[in-house]
RNA sequence: GGCGCCAUCGUCUAUCGGUUAGGACAUCGCCCUUUCAAGGCGGAAAGACGGGUUCGAUUCCCGUUGGCGCUACCA
């Protein structure tokens, strides 16, 4: 049988290293054994999916190199590849679960829910459905249907025994059923849930080998119970270990820049990356050369090499790779081109250019006027953001709400770029020439440079976000109360 | 709280019961060098704790502690 994986990211946010990492594993486990290797978009959450999500997604995984058979972009034979096109295909299992009482319909409320978890808390139980709709009969679940009563459809899972996950590199894990929540499959939207529709595409798309994040392993056993109900043979799982901060948290943009496009802006190889990632999943032993490419990567991959505690993402380590990839793979005129093609394409130096030449009266005034959208960390002081007429509380909460603004933006353009601030001016009861000031010199290392909200767009949604978040480090890091109060201000006004 | 996963230098890791516990990044020193890098050489740096099993445990078992994940009509 043909060795086939996949990557299934969730296209709400923006792309994460983490989602390199798996898609890399899975990418090497398929090509080492002359597989296939596919990319699905799961999409089932109308209310947080978003088509820049994916297309920045899709264009990330591209950039790094990663190359799918099958996938939204390139159709293939399993189509389609976006779980939102597939409503009708989980409908179609859901109600054969129904028919086969291996499923049941479910009318409890959110209220009811929450109530009974939290009275389960209370007692010190594990949080777990109680099986309420599940005693209803047939003529009750039609005539609550008829009435139009919202329902969900819960898995049934078994009240005693025991389930065996079979992790590809932990071994057997063991779990009781009766620990096992009865999961909402298919949603009152009529979406299904991740767990269903996961299973049902990864059978579907005939996948043999599922590599995913450790945070699924709790989930394993509704999976394996699916598998079960539907008759079908599941795909070997491997669960790999989480990336994390220096403080071994899991990896968080709030501590870090986790975005792979963060990476892209500051100038690392997609090369320099994809090794550093690939070094985590399958460590060099001594004597072994650290600096490979991808067929490298892929011909030495073997899970049964992948540690299993969790890795903190050590960016020196990649400055080292990167470093060595730019002087020893690449030859002045590829370096050139690297160069062109990071942040000086004609088109970047097009705008650039609007921009600045009002501001210069020699060429020689571009060094120190741009070299904040050639840089990476700027060098700039607590005191430079001062200086102007807020208290450093306002310049933090200022900063603070930036950060969780441009978050929600959709699409990093100029224009809402400049609402966003005015917004957070007009919050905040202050001017907004008031605010500025610390603007620019965390954005550009300068209290005067080119246009804010230009810089903005230019240096990225990454970028922006780690420049901000080191310039609120350095009038002082929030503490959690501070967060909770300004959150709750923040929620209040939006 | 419950369930599960994990546990060697600051970081990533090697060790399939017996090693001066090895390598890499970072760090420190020296060399090279017009500077800075790069490069070369060298140094410092680790088995969470407590019980077992064993002639012998970093390694196997149990417990404790700690970290992490899950605990949604999110993935």
């Known amino acids: ?22 898609a890399l594993v899975n990418y090497c486990f398929a090509k080492r054994h002359g597989g296939e290797f596919i990319l699905r978009i799961e999409d089932t959450d109308r209310a947080r999916s978003t088509a820049e999500s994916e297309a920045a997604i899709l264009d990330s995984l591209r950039w790094c190199g990663l190359h799918w058979d099958e996938g939204p972009d390139v159709g293939g034979p399993h189509g389609p590849y976006r779980q ?13 679960l129904l028919a086969s009482g291996d499923a049941f319909r479910c009318f409890c409320t959110p ?41 969900v ?16 590199r932990r071994g057997p894990i063991e779990f009781e059923w009766s620990s096992v929540d009865m999961q909402v499959l298919l949603k009152s939207d009529g979406l299904p849930t991740y767990h269903l529709a996961n299973v049902v595409d990864d059978h579907l798309m005939e996948i043999t080998h599922v590599f995913r994040g450790e945070e699924w392993v709790s989930s394993a056993p509704k999976h394996m ?6 008759g079908w043979t599941a795909p070997k799982l491997t669960h790999l270990p ?39 999943a399958n460590p060099a032993h001594e004597g072994v050369e650290e600096l490979m490419d991808l067929a490298h ?69 571009l060094g120190p006027l741009l070299a904040f959208l050639f840089a990476g960390r700027l060098a700039i002081a607590a005191d430079q953001l001062r200086g102007g007429k807020l208290e450093d509380r306002q310049v933090r909460q200022a900063l603070q709400y930036a950060l969780w603004e441009l978050d929600r933006l959709d699409e990093w353009r100029v224009s809402g770029i400049e ?76």
């Open 84 to 96: 939102s096109e597939r409503s009708a295909i989980y409908r179609e299992y859901a109600a054969r």
């Open 297 to 365: 990567l892929v011909e030495r991959f073997d899970p049964a090499q992948i540690p299993l505690g969790g890795p903190v993402f050590d960016v020196g380590k990649l400055d080292w790779l990167n470093g060595r990839f730019l002087r020893e793979r690449l030859d002045d005129a590829q370096f050139v081109e690297r160069v062109r093609a990071w942040g000086a394409s004609p088109e970047r130096m097009r705008k650039i250019a609007a921009l600045a030449r009002p501001r210069v009266e020699r060429l020689s005034d």
């Open 111 to 151: 209220e009811r829910l929450d109530a009974m978890r939290v009275a389960q808390r209370a007692a010190g139980q594990l949080t777990r459905y109680d099986g309420l709709c599940r005693t209803y009969d047939a003529a009750e679940v039609a005539r609550r249907e008829a009435a139009g009563e919202p329902s």
């Open 153 to 168: 459809v819960r898995l049934r899972v078994p009240d005693d025994g025991t389930c065996i996950v079979e992790d590809g």
């Open 225 to 230: 119970l699916l598998y079960r109900y539907f």
């Open 419 to 494: 609402a966003t601030f005015v917004g957070i001016a007009q919050r905040l009861g202050v001017k907004f020439r008031d605010v500025a000031r610390p603007f620019y010199v965390a954005i550009t290392g300068s209290p005067t440079s080119i246009p804010l909200y230009d810089a903005i767009e230019l240096l990225g949604r990454d970028v922006v976000r780690e420049r901000l978040r080191v310039a609120l480090g350095l009038l002082g890091v929030p503490s959690k109360r501070e967060l909770d109060a300004w959150f709750e201000e923040w929620k209040g006004v939006s």
């Open 1 to 22: 049988m043909k060795v086939r994986t996949r990557v299934a990211p969730s296209p709400t946010g923006d792309p994460h290293v983490g989602t390199a990492y798996v």
């Open 242 to 280: 989480l990336l994390r901060n220096p403080d071994k948290s899991k990896l968080s943009k709030r501590k870090n820049p986790t975005g792979i496009l963060f990476y892209r802006s500051l100038g690392y190889a997609p090369e320099a990356l994809l090794n550093f990632l690939g070094l985590l």
